[in-house]
Structure formats: C-alpha cells, structure tokens
C-alpha cells in the first residue's frame, strides 16, 4: 500500500528543491501518494493563514511529511510556520544528525553525530513579560515530563541505530534547579538503557570538544537552546545548511525538512541543492521502516558527491538541480 504523504513546497526554492526530492523518492520504488499543502507567504497571501488548518489536519492525518522551507515576513500577524507546526503539533522531537559527505570539503573527516533538541520548552515557551519599562524578563522552562521525554528519544535511537554513548549536555553547574533536572532525569533514564554508555558535558565545554574533536561524540541530547545553537555548530562541521537533513517527530506524526531557509537569492533559477531535502527523505524513509531504500538513496547521493562532476554550484560545481537530481536517479538504477 502506498504511504500518504504530506508534501508542503513552501516558499522560494523550496518548490524545486521538493520536487527533486519527490522525483528521488519516487525513483527509490517506494510507493507513495503525494499531496500537496501551502504554508509561508505564499499561503499567507491566499488565505491571510501561513499556516491553514487544512495543511495542519493533512500533516496530523499523513504517514509523513516532507516540507520545503518557509519564509517567515516580519512583522505583526506573521507566526513562524515552524514554530506553530512544533507547538501545534507536540512535535516535542528535533533530529539532526551530521554525518560527513564524500567530495565534501570540510575541515573534519569522519564526523557521524547525532543532535537530539527538545523541541518545546526552555527560552522558546514564549514567556516574556515587562517588568518595569526597560525591563523584560523571558522564562526558560524546564518539566521534568519533557526533559523525560526528549531523554527517552534519544536513547531509543541510539538503541534503534546501534549507537553507543549518549551525552547530555546541560549547564547545570550554574542552573542548578533547571538544568539540574534535565540532567537528572536524563541520569535516571540512562539507567533504563544500561546497553548504552552515558556521560554529560557542559555545553560551553561541548561547544569547543565539537570544534576540536568531533569524532568523539554519538548522540547529545539537549534542551531547546542549546540545540538551536549547537545544530547549527554540527551541520557546520559537515559541509553547512544545504546539506544537512532535519526531523522534528512527535508521539505520532514527524515533518522532514532540510535545515536551510528559501535561499531567495537563487530561487527560481534551477541552481538550488536539492541535498538536505532528500536526506530528509532519506529520514523519512527510515522512519516509515523502508531501510532498504533510505541505504540506497543515500549512498546514490553519496556517490554523487564523491564523484564530484555533477554538483550543484553551492558545492564549488556548475550542475542545475535538474541535472544533479538526474546524476542521482541514475545511480539508483
Ligand atoms: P537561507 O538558508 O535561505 O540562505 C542563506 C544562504 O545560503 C543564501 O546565500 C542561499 O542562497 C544559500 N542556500 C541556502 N540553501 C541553499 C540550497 N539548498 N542550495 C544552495 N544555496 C543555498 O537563509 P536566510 O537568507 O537567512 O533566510 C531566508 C528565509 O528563509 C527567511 O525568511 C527565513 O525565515 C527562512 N528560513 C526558513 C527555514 C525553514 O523553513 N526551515 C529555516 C531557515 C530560514
């Protein structure tokens, strides 16, 4: 039976980069059945929603969905499409791993990491309040049920994965009473997977291990913050934004996305790299239980890169996305 999936375009190159990835997918001879939703500013201009609630019913109501980046417009009436997906949808999860690319020259080698980022709370509650005029404080939100939860995800995939060692990372030295208990409770589940090695890092500490030795770490997990900031640090280390895939997965529903925004300079062109996405796609078909695709996608891809003749022109080439998406299909066969 075919998966039902959610595809949301999205704005600027969103569109292309969504159609590369379909087009990959669909030549992975996974069957699938694809529709089509708006958010961002185009779905904003429509219907004055950037997010409709028939789009937010289809990714609660799909096997998955697939979203192209969102441009969110300044000002007043305009919430985050992804803001509003995670909180509306208790996608409590982000994912991010970073995996070093063949043809992709970066400063490390051999990195394979994964982020796991609660999705839902710390700075990003949205509790702000004035105390007197000149003054604001934000509430950064700890609960024991989330930090349980987010620390549960990240041992269940490092078990799933066949993943060794999960670090907590965690300013507990200086938060006592909130990042004591996220740490503690990340202790407390840690019990519950004695197969898998625990250990916990300050993140000031893990920001320069990253950048030193990157090949030490496995999986960190992390609240909201500090993996806003960290992901970020660890896609660097991989070869940047346009090549590294995301999931933001609740109880039951997950949206993939690559990391990187509309890019408007280029969009429209054709020269946009479809890579993110279709390691979101690759995610995702993981996550939908089809191994075997999801290995043979990304090792077309990887064989791609590695070649290094058909790449997109971020990556130092000439190929259009078109031509990229192509070299890609032809290695799956
Ligand atoms: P951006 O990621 O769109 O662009 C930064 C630079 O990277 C640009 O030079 C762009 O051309 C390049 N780039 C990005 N993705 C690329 C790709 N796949 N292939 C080739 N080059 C690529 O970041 P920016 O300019 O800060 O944001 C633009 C818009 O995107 C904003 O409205 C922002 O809110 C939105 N955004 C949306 C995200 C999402 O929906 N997940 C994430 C980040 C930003």
């Known amino acids: ?55 937010l019913e289809a990714v609660r109501g799909s ?29 409590y999860a982000n994912f991010r791993p970073a995996r070093s690319l063949p043809g992709i020259k970066t400063r490390y080698e051999n990195v394979d990491l994964i982020v796991v980022r609660e999705n839902t709370e710390g700075l990003y509650s949205g509790l702000e309040h004035i105390v007197v005029p000149g003054v604001v404080e934000s509430l950064r939100v700890i609960t024991e049920k989330a930090s349980r939860r987010i620390a549960r995800f990240a041992f269940e995939t490092a078990k799933r994965q066949g993943r060794k060692r999960v670090t907590c990372v965690h300013k507990a030295n200086i938060l006592k ?74 109880e039951k529903i997950a949206v993939f996305e690559a990391v990187h925004g509309t890019a408007p300079d280029i969009a429209g062109k054709g020269l946009a790299n479809p890579t993110a996405l279709i390691l979101s796609g690759v995610l995702m078909l993981r996550f939908l239980g089809e191994k075997a695709a999801a290995d043979a996608v990304e090792a077309a891809v990887r064989g791609v890169l590695a070649e290094g003749k058909t790449i997109t022109g971020d990556l130092g080439g000439n190929a259009t996305t078109q031509e990229y998406t192509a070299a890609v299909i032809a290695r799956l066969g």
């Open 1 to 55: 039976m075919a998966y039902s999936i959610a595809l949301i375009p999205g704005d600027g190159i969103g569109p292309e980069v969504c159609a590369a990835a379909r087009e990959i997918l669909h030549a992975s001879g996974v069957e699938f059945e694809w529709r089509e939703y708006p958010a961002g500013v185009a779905a904003f201009e429509a219907c004055g929603d950037p997010l409709p609630g028939e789009t």
């Open 177 to 250: 009473l909130s990042d004591g208990l996220f740490l503690a409770t990340c202790q407390e589940v840690a019990a519950e997977f004695p197969e898998i090695a625990f250990d916990d890092c300050i993140v000031d500490a893990a920001a320069m291990k990253l950048v030193m030795n990157p090949q030490n770490f496995d999986v960190l997990v992390m609240e909201n913050l500090f993996g806003d900031i960290l992901s970020d640090l660890t896609s660097g280390l991989v070869g940047g934004l346009g090549v590294t895939p995301s999931a933001n997965v609740g």
């Open 63 to 91: 096997d998955a969905t697939l979203k192209g980046p969102t441009a969110t417009a300044k000002g007043v009436g305009f919430r985050s499409v992804n803001v509003a997906l995670r909180q509306k949808l208790e996608l």
